[in-house]
């Protein structure tokens, strides 16, 4: 599996992907601005238990990272849950344009659909240039979806319940985490420095990506 440039730069040759680069960044943005700012109250315990399985995907296209998005959930599905809870499956070189990227989701759920996992499994997403419907692109609020590099979060439905029982406004997480980043500002989500740090040259902040 492998990794993928940003967007809006040149891609680069996968043999010279540093997956432990791209690891790295993806746990510094979830411990310093996932936990940090609790922008999902659940992702502590499962990051504390090292229960989050990351895996770097070398795919550049759709058909590539399709393939490897069935593997994860294959063996997410035959894992225990004590031991992996979830999966993060980054994808550093694919799809930088992030209206591929939400295209490319429905082809996730119906993979999802077809391997009769709906109901035990779904997909998430991140991307490092997510952007909410009505929303300027530079809207520093669009980072509470922003992650380094194209990311697919591989979720079990039974922990997304036990998560509602203890919390089951959801909606209130989306506001507060608004209004959070409102106040943070791009200025201080920059200063997290949760941005990706591959390909070499690649910005180091975090800050809101036109």
Same mark, same amino acid.
């Given at each position: 599996m492998t990794t993928s440039p940003m967007p809006d730069q040149p891609r680069e040759d996968a043999a010279a992907c540093d997956d432990n680069v791209v690891v790295a960044d993806m746990v510094r943005w979830l411990e310093r601005a996932v936990?940090?700012?609790n922008l999902c109250p659940f992702a502590k315990s499962v990051h #504390?238990?090292?229960?989050?399985?990351? #895996?770097?995907?070398?795919?550049?296209?759709?058909?590539?990272?399709l393939q490897d998005l069935a593997a994860e959930l294959e063996?997410?599905?035959?894992?225990?849950?004590?031991?992996?809870?979830?999966?993060?499956?980054?994808?550093?070189?694919?799809?930088?344009?992030f209206l591929d990227f939400n295209d490319f989701l429905e082809l996730a759920d119906e993979l999802v659909e077809s391997m009769d996992l709906a109901g035990i499994l779904? #997909?998430?997403?991140?991307?490092?240039?997510?952007?909410?419907e009505g929303t300027l692109a530079d809207d520093v609020t669009n980072c509470t979806n922003r992650a380094p590099y194209p990311t697919l979060h591989l979720l079990r439905e039974e922990s997304i319940d036990r998560a509602v029982e203890v919390f089951p406004e959801a909606q209130e997480i989306f506001e507060r985490?608004?209004?959070?980043?409102?106040?943070?500002?791009?200025?201080?989500?920059?200063?997290?420095? #949760?941005?990706?740090?591959?390909p070499e040259g690649a910005p180091a902040k975090g800050a809101p990506q036109v």
């Amino acid at each position: 599996m492998t990794t993928s440039p940003m967007p809006d730069q040149p891609r680069e040759d996968a043999a010279a992907c540093d997956d432990n680069v791209v690891v790295a960044d993806m746990v510094r943005w979830l411990e310093r601005a996932v936990i940090g700012l609790n922008l999902c109250p659940f992702a502590k315990s499962v990051h #504390v238990k090292d229960q989050i399985h990351y #895996v770097v995907s070398h795919a550049t296209d759709a058909r590539e990272l399709l393939q490897d998005l069935a593997a994860e959930l294959e063996a997410l599905a035959e894992a225990s849950p004590e031991k992996r809870d979830t999966t993060l499956l980054i994808a550093p070189l694919a799809m930088p344009d992030f209206l591929d990227f939400n295209d490319f989701l429905e082809l996730a759920d119906e993979l999802v659909e077809s391997m009769d996992l709906a109901g035990i499994l779904q #997909v998430a997403s991140f991307h490092p240039h997510f952007q909410f419907e009505g929303t300027l692109a530079d809207d520093v609020t669009n980072c509470t979806n922003r992650a380094p590099y194209p990311t697919l979060h591989l979720l079990r439905e039974e922990s997304i319940d036990r998560a509602v029982e203890v919390f089951p406004e959801a909606q209130e997480i989306f506001e507060r985490n608004i209004e959070l980043l409102e106040r943070l500002g791009a200025a201080g989500w920059a200063d997290l420095d #949760v941005g990706p740090h591959w390909p070499e040259g690649a910005p180091a902040k975090g800050a809101p990506q036109v």
